[in-house]
Nanobody
Framework: QLQLVEAGGGLVQPGGSLRLSCAAS????????VGWFRQAPGKEREGVAC????????NYADSVRGRFIISRDNDKNTVTLQMNSLKPEDTAVYYC??????????????????WGHGTQVTVSS
């Protein structure tokens, strides 16, 4: 069992930066791949970035590649999403999710993942 808690959301101006964190409690966090997903009003939830269990592999959606960086610290049971050059279209609720299957977390949205409750990111002037 894992419990995930996101933090770091807020209101930021276009071009600004935010750093989201996903803190995990429970056993064997280092065995899980983690993904960040987001859901904007009226839209389906979409994958943003993902990282393998050891942190050696990452992947990004085209819309955020070059602007967002995902990283993890397994000693601290934390995954971080550094978001730079934010745009109004990045406005959404951001969720982290964990699963033992890296390819699933990077390619699909599944109810069976461990999910956090989300944190709101608003990009507006």
């Amino acid at each position: 069992q894992l419990q995930l808690v996101e933090a770091g959301g807020g209101l930021v101006q276009p071009g600004g930066s935010l750093r989201l964190s996903c803190a995990a409690s429970g056993n064997s966090f280092g065995a899980y791949a983690v993904g960040w997903f987001r859901q904007a009003p009226g839209k389906e939830r979409e994958g943003v970035a993902c990282i393998s269990s050891a942190g050696s592999n990452t992947n990004y959606a085209d819309s955020v590649r070059g602007r967002f960086i995902i990283s993890r610290d397994n000693d601290k049971n934390t995954v971080t999403l550094q978001m730079n050059s934010l745009k109004p279209e990045d406005t959404a609720v951001y969720y982290c999710a964990a699963d033992r299957n890296y390819f699933w977390v990077c390619s699909s949205d599944r109810a069976e993942y461990y999910w956090g409750h989300g944190t709101q990111v608003t990009v507006s002037s």
